[in-house]
Every structure is written in C-alpha cells, then in structure tokens.
C-alpha cells in the first residue's frame, strides 16, 4: 500500500505533465514596437534657388522722341544709351540730345528697387537750399533741386521704384524749371507703368 501510494505521489504529476493536463508553460513573446521613420530634410547646400524671371526695360521702350517734342517743343532729340544703364538688373538709363543744341540733353534713369534709399541718395547732391519737394498722385514723394551751376534733378519715389530726371534748366528758359521736370517725370512714370 505504501508503495502504490508513493508510485501515485511521485509518477502522477509527472504523467499530468506529459499528457497536456497541466498548464502549460508561459512563452512571453518579445514586444516589438515601430520605430517612426524620420522624415528626411532637405540638404540646404542642395537647396538651388530658382530666380523669379526678370522682367526688364530701356529707357527707349518708356520713353519716346516725340514725348519729348509733345512737351518742350524740341524737334531734334536723338537716343543714346548710356553708360549707366543697367536694365537687365533692374536699373535702366537713357538719355536724349541734340547735335544742334548739346544743352537741351535729358537724362533718364529707374531704379526698380530700393526707391527710398536711392532718392536720398540723389539728394544728398543738391545745392544748398534748393530742394523743392513735389507732390502727385503718381508717386509717394518727389523732390526738384539744382546740382552744381547749370544741371537740375527730379527724382521720385512710386513704391519700391526710385525714377530720375536730369536736364539743363538754362535750355528751356521759356519753362518754370519745377514745372518742366514734373511734366517729364509725370510722362515717364505714367510710360514704364504700362511695362
């Protein structure tokens, strides 16, 4: 009796196990979690910058012989192209002459960035006490004034455009030289709007 009660003490347990009575053992399985891809960034030395297209004008596309005729009377103006002219970057230059008369020229040039500091930056040339500031509804400032002993300036600002008008007021005595340079700029700013 005794040794059929340790034969089921000892033998039963191990017979439970191996028939799949038992609970079987507990297999913990690895936690695998996603790790999120980054998200690749753009190399900033690989970044090219693709320029707006430029969109450019001379002074002879604004402005025209016969504008000038219309306004001083003058028949015998001539272009020239002139050395500051810069158009492909924003800074057109031109100017108009006689072969008859040298004094009757009429320069012209636009700056179609950076008008406020290109205005000071003419005016800081003119002869003491001669500025006269002029108001329009074409531009937001504009100033006339003398620069040395024969030449006058008009120059004004109309957004971030900075336009310029040079002449001899001794040229065209029968003009108010003031009103002279307005009626030029007035012209010049109304052309190069439609470009």
């Not at 059929?4 to 196990?17: A, R, W």
């Not at 001899?168 to 340079?181: I, K, M, Q, T, W």
């Amino acid at each position: 009796m005794k040794i059929k009660f340790v034969v089921t003490y000892f033998i039963l347990p191990i017979l439970i196990g191996l028939t799949g009575c038992a609970n079987p053992p507990v297999t913990t399985l690895p936690v695998v979690t996603s790790i999120p891809t980054p998200t690749p960034q753009p190399d900033p030395t690989d970044i090219t910058e693709k320029p707006e297209p430029v969109i450019y004008w001379h002074i002879s596309d604004v402005v025209s012989t016969e504008d000038l005729t219309t306004i001083t009377g003058y028949s015998d103006y001539q272009y020239i192209d002139s050395d500051y002219d810069d158009a492909e970057h924003g800074e057109p230059a031109g100017q108009f002459w006689s072969v008859y008369t040298a004094t009757v020229e009429i320069k012209f040039r636009a700056h179609l960035y950076g008008g406020t500091e290109k205005l000071e930056d003419y005016r800081t040339a003119a002869n003491p006490g001669s500025l006269v500031w002029v108001e329009s509804p074409l531009w937001d400032s504009g100033c006339y004034y003398r620069i040395g002993e024969w030449d006058a300036d008009f120059v004004v600002v109309r957004g971030d455009a900075c336009y310029y008008v040079g002449f001899v007021p001794s040229a065209y005595p029968e003009f108010d030289p003031v009103e002279l340079g307005k009626s030029l700029m007035t012209m010049f700013v109304k052309n190069s709007s439609n470009k």
